[in-house]
């Protein structure tokens, strides 16, 4: 599984979680546990009595443990004096068991007598804040959740400590007697949230952030939602039935406002109740959501500023809410065939998303508008449009080709043309510093990810039906949507090379170096519409030249719904469709070369054994992929 696991039986049980904790500084005193008799060398002291001595004010030996200590049968615990050692007094016979200052071993001092590593001394310097997580081709990226924005997991078992003299913003955890604050399991579903859920659709406010507005307003229904979510992605037991049911509850509770927050909580659910595919309630609960947030004036200019409190990162919050409402409204009738992208047809004026950064720093930037995105090229104003407004002009593009209107007078051809210079010029003007979804740190850009994912998925909808790929070997792959006929033809054409290219380009995008987990639910149904292509292929032609880039997109696309399954049912679903339709396949060939003497005539003996080798090979490997969970539903 891409996820980190808990083993819990019980939901109130929290023991030995694996959890949470800030980066530990260097410089941080820790206590090891007491060596043997025979290993420990000659008495050691530090220029400070023991916890236990200093205590009841007695001389301590500086032995670890010492003396006292170990006649009394009590832990002997040393950390270092707040005036700090200020070396052997005048006059005093050296004594050898004293540990100096200039020892290399002792622990170096930051900041002189206002260290804040020294137990009980004043917090004056500036807090050093966690490590952020950096992207490194060359490092195993895990696939354990993180909390927001970069806290890394402690994979062990060591129990903690805060030092309670120590300040909130430095976050060292001192290790002592193998104890630490134990995470609950609704705080671990929220860290889960944030490290999986939360880079695919940032629409909500940075953790502390809404934890802190959780303290003053009733937001409990936009946190049991992400809750649930959260949970998807981690073992809690039985504990994941009873936050969906929660979630459900407060979602059209009398006293839940009506207002963006709950907006937020229901585009979450809706993500998470399609991914679990129970795809009539996400319908049923995305036209609920539309009508909401239609009625708050959600898509208007004022709506930020109006509801903002004067916050800049609240007012953006707002306008990402509506956008990745608009984006989740797209995807669904997209890959699904099922509504026409209702928002589609408003004409919302609400300000443009800014970029990740900006908004998890603060520094919110003055928004910028769908009119200066379309005009850019002939007002001549250099601007530069965060990775989220080429998301929204990606799956704006896709309501262009839905609602294309059938007596526009344009013959099937002529419109298919039109929707292609959309999906084209979207391509032509990607800035080159987006165009290969890693941002500025060399990280994965997520919201160029699918923008680029949902350009590729349009323009396989788009040229599918005039392709002349024949459509029915893969009819039985209907797990994000119904089979479309496509009859075949007798050459591949034009638009057969455009499906071909955008399932390439889909497939090559299984291999960034991140969690697979990380990208949103419907990578699997775009990853669908991917196979499908390759499947069709691989049937419709013998022999191809490409034949080993052929089963190397296929075993991508199979491998990552099968990871994907491990948390979404549709993926589980899907990767089994394509995995039977594949080897349905394989054996049609096999039966072809059988059925027919003359099947091989024309081919040398090495093309011969090359390709029947090659069929094996692939077929080996799908067989060992293994089927993906069926615990991940929410209840009926």
Known sequence: ???????????????????????????????????SADSRGPAQTVPAACLNCRGKHLKCDGSSPCSRCLSSSVECVYVASRRGYKGPRKGAAPNPNKRHASDSDSPPSVGGESCPMLLGAPVGGTPIPPALP??????????????????????????????????????VMVPVNNQMPQKSIPEQCIDAFYFYFYPGHPAVLPKADIMKIAKERNVEHLLAAMRWVGSLYIEIGPARATFFEETMRLLYAPETPQDGFLVQAMVIAIVGLDGCRQNEKARDLLSDVERIAIGLGLYTRPFAASNGCGNPRLEESWRRTWWDLFVVDGMIAGVHRQTNFLLYTFQAD?????????????????????????????????????????????????????????????????IVDKVESYLSNWR???????????????????????????????????????????????????????????ASGDNFNLHTRHIITAACAISKMVTYNVPIMTHTHFFTCVLTLSSIVHLSKWAAVFLLEDEEDLREQIRLNIGALNKLSSVWRAAAVAGSQVKGVAQEIYRSRRAQESANPHFWDGYTQEEIMSSMVADNNIMSEISLLPSGPDGVLPPS
């Open 1 to 35: 599984m891409d996820s980190y696991s808990h083993s819990v039986s019980d939901p109130s049980s929290h023991s030995s979680p694996e959890m949470y904790v800030p980066t530990v500084l260097p410089t941080a005193p820790t206590i090891s546990p007491p060596e």
């Open 350 to 414: 609400v300000g443009l998303p800014c970029e990740e950064h900006e908004y998890l720093s603060g520094k919110i930037p003055r928004p910028m508008y769908l009119e200066d995105f379309d005009d850019q090229l002939f007002t001549g104003e250099d601007r530069e449009f965060s990775s989220f407004a080429y998301r929204v002009a990606s799956i704006r593009n896709l309501g262009r080709m839905m609602h294309m209107p059938p007596s526009s007078g344009f013959s099937p051809e002529e």
């Open 428 to 486: 032509l003007h990607v800035p080159k510093s987006k165009r290969d979804c890693l941002n500025k740190d060399g990280q994965l850009d997520e919201m160029m990810f699918q923008a680029y994912m949902i350009n590729n998925a349009c323009t396989i909808m788009l040229h599918q039906p005039l392709s002349q790929l024949d459509s029915s070997p893969a009819r039985e792959v209907t797990a994000c949507a119904p089979h479309r006929d496509v």
């Open 134 to 171: 950096t992207f490194n081709p060359a490092r195993p990226v895990p696939d354990m959740p993180m909390t927001a924005f970069g806290t890394p997991l402690v994979t062990n078992n060591l129990q903690l400590y805060r030092n309670p003299y120590l300040s909130a913003g430095n976050g």
